[in-house]
C-alpha cells in the first residue's frame, strides 16, 4: 500500500518555562512511498525518526499535516484500525506468553467478521513463524531465546496480522554485529517476500543504505534528502548528508574558489567549471584520492594500511576539518607511497563543494 506524508508536523509544548519555542520534532514532512518499497528512515538521535513512526501507526496526533494510506486518510483513525504493523526499539515480548502465544496476541481481539477460530490462529502464526525461521521455538518463553531469535518473533507478531504498512523502529539496535547483519539481510528477505511497504527507522547509515529501496535522511525535525541509496551518496544536497553517509567518512577541507579553480591551502586541486569566486568546503570521498606525483594536494603520511583488495592511507592536512584524513586505493598503487608526503590528485565525480554559507552543494560542470 502507497503511504503519503503530507506536511506532517510533529509540535511538543516545551516543559522548560523559560523556553518559550516549542520543540518541533518533525517539520513539514511531505513524501510519497511507493507501494512495497523499503523506506530506510535516517538520522541522528532526536531528529524526529522515531516521531514519524508513531505518527504513522496513529500513537501520536500530527499537529499539522495528513497521512494517506492508498487513498484513504487515515490522520484521525485509532492505531488498531490502520492496518500496521510495529516492531519497537526494544521488542516488548510478553515474558509470560510463549512464543505462539506471542504471536497470536494481536489476532485475539479481532471481532466480528474478522473473528479467527483456534486453526486459522495457528495457521497463520505458523506460516509467519516459517518465513522468520523460528517454528520450531514456539513452546518457548522468551528468555529461553537469544536476542536475535527474540527479533525474529518481534517481526513474526507485526506480520501475523498481514498488515498494510511495517514499522520497524531501530529493530537491530540490541544485537550483536554479526546477528545485526544476518538479521537485516533477513528483514529484507522478509519484506520482499511479503511485499509489505515498510519504514525502517536507524541511526546507522550503512545498515539503511544497504538494505533500503530509498532512503530518507533527516536533521532536526527535517527531511534533509530522499532518494535511492546510490544516488544520495553520490549526490548529497549538503554538507550534512554528505558527512552523514560513508564510512569511512568524507573528507572536508577549508577551501575557496578562484577563477573556476578550486583552491585548498594555497593548491589548485581542481578546475569547477561555472562556481563563482567564493570560501567554500571541499568534501573529498576516501575512494576520491588518487596518488599521484605530481597531484596538486600534497599531505601529511601518517600511516599506510594495507586490507586486502584496498589499502587506507592515512595522512594530515592543516586545511581538513579532520586531525586525519583516510583515502582509500586500491592495493597496487600503495606500493609507490612511502616517505613523509603523499601527493594526490582528486576525481572530480568523487568531489563535492559546498557553499560556506549555506552549506548546500554546488554543482561545477565534470
Ligand atoms: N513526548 C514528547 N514531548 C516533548 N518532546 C518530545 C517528545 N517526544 C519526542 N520529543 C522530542 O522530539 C525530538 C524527536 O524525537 P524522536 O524520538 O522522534 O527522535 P529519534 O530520531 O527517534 O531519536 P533516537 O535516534 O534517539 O531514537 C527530540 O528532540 C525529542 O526530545
Ligand atoms: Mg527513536
Same mark, same amino acid.
Given at each position: 500500500?502507497? &503511504? ?16 518559550? #519555542? ?29 516521531? %514519524? ?26 492505531? =488498531? ?16 506468553? #510463549? ?22 490462529? $495457528?495457521?497463520?502464526?505458523?506460516? !509467519? ?23 525474529? !518473533? ?7 496480522? %498481514? ?11 540490541? @544485537?550483536?554485529?554479526?546477528?545485526? @547483519?544476518? %538479521?537485516?539481510? =533477513? ?6 517476500? %511479503? ?9 546507522? /547509515? ?9 532512503? +530518507? &535522511? ?5 527531511? /534533509? ?11 548529497? !544536497? ?19 574558489v578562484k577563477k573556476e579553480t578550486l583552491y585548498i591551502g594555497g593548491e589548485a586541486v581542481l578546475q +569547477? ?6 570560501? &567554500?568546503?571541499?568534501?573529498? $570521498?576516501? =575512494?576520491?584520492? +588518487?596518488?599521484?606525483e605530481n597531484g596538486a594536494l600534497s599531505c601529511h603520511l601518517i600511516a599506510v594500511e594495507t586490507m586486502? $583488495?584496498? #589499502? ?22 600503495? !606500493? ?5 608526503? &603523499? ?16 552549506? =548546500? ?6
Amino acid at each position: 500500500m502507497k &503511504v503519503v506524508l503530507e506536511h506532517l508536523t510533529k509540535r511538543y509544548p516545551n516543559r522548560d518555562k523559560k523556553k518559550k #519555542t516549542e520543540i518541533i520534532a518533525v517539520n513539514d514532512f511531505n513524501f510519497e512511498i511507493p507501494d512495497g518499497k523499503l523506506i530506510g528512515l535516517l538520522g541522528p538521535s532526536g531528529c524526529g525518526k522515531s516521531t %514519524t513512526l508513531n505518527l504513522i501507526s496513529g500513537l501520536e496526533k500530527p499537529t499539522e499535516g495528513k497521512i494517506w494510506f492508498g487513498e484513504d486518510d487515515v490522520t484521525g483513525l485509532p492505531p =488498531e484500525n490502520r492496518g500496521v504493523g510495529l516492531v519497537f526499539q526494544n521488542y516488548a515480548l510478553y515474558p509470560h506468553l #510463549t512464543v505462539y502465544e506471542n504471536i497470536i496476541f494481536p489476532l485475539q481481539n479481532l471481532k466480528g467478521p474478522d473473528k479467527l477460530t483456534k486453526e486459522q490462529m $495457528r495457521e497463520r502464526a505458523e506460516k !509467519v513463524a516459517k518465513m522468520v525461521q523460528i517454528e520450531t521455538l514456539m513452546e518457548r518463553k522468551p528468555s529461553e531465546m537469544s536476542g536475535g531469535q527474540q527479533q525474529r !518473533v518481534a517481526i513474526a507478531r507485526a506480520l501475523v496480522k %498481514t498488515p498494510n504498512v511495517l514499522l520497524l523502529d531501530e529493530p537491530l539496535s540490541n @544485537l550483536d554485529a554479526r546477528l545485526r @547483519l544476518q %538479521t537485516r539481510e =533477513e528483514i529484507k528477505r522478509i519484506q520482499q517476500e %511479503t511485499g509489505v511497504t515498510t519504514i525502517f527507522v536507524t541511526h546507522d /547509515q550503512e545498515e539503511a543504505m544497504s538494505i533500503s529501496d530509498m532512503i +530518507v &535522511v533527516m536533521k532536526e525535525g527535517m527531511v /534533509q534528502q530522499i532518494g535511492k541509496p546510490q544516488e544520495v551518496y553520490d549526490l548529497p !544536497v549538503n554538507l550534512f548528508v554528505a558527512k552523514f553517509l560513508g564510512t569511512p567518512p568524507i573528507n572536508v577541507f577549508e577551501a575557496s574558489v578562484k577563477k573556476e579553480t578550486l583552491y585548498i591551502g594555497g593548491e589548485a586541486v581542481l578546475q +569547477v567549471p561555472g562556481i563563482k569566486d567564493q570560501e &567554500v568546503y571541499a568534501a573529498v $570521498r576516501p =575512494e576520491g584520492f +588518487v596518488p599521484d606525483e605530481n597531484g596538486a594536494l600534497s599531505c601529511h603520511l601518517i600511516a599506510v594500511e594495507t586490507m586486502g $583488495r584496498d #589499502t587506507s592511507v592515512v595522512c594530515s592536512h592543516e586545511k581538513c576539518e579532520a586531525p586525519q584524513i583516510r583515502a582509500i586505493i586500491s592495493s597496487e598503487n600503495a !606500493v609507490r607511497i612511502s616517505g613523509g608526503t &603523499v601527493r594526490f590528485s582528486l576525481k572530480p565525480h568523487k568531489t563535492f563543494i559546498f557553499s560556506k554559507e549555506t552549506e =548546500e552543494r554546488l554543482d561545477f560542470l565534470k
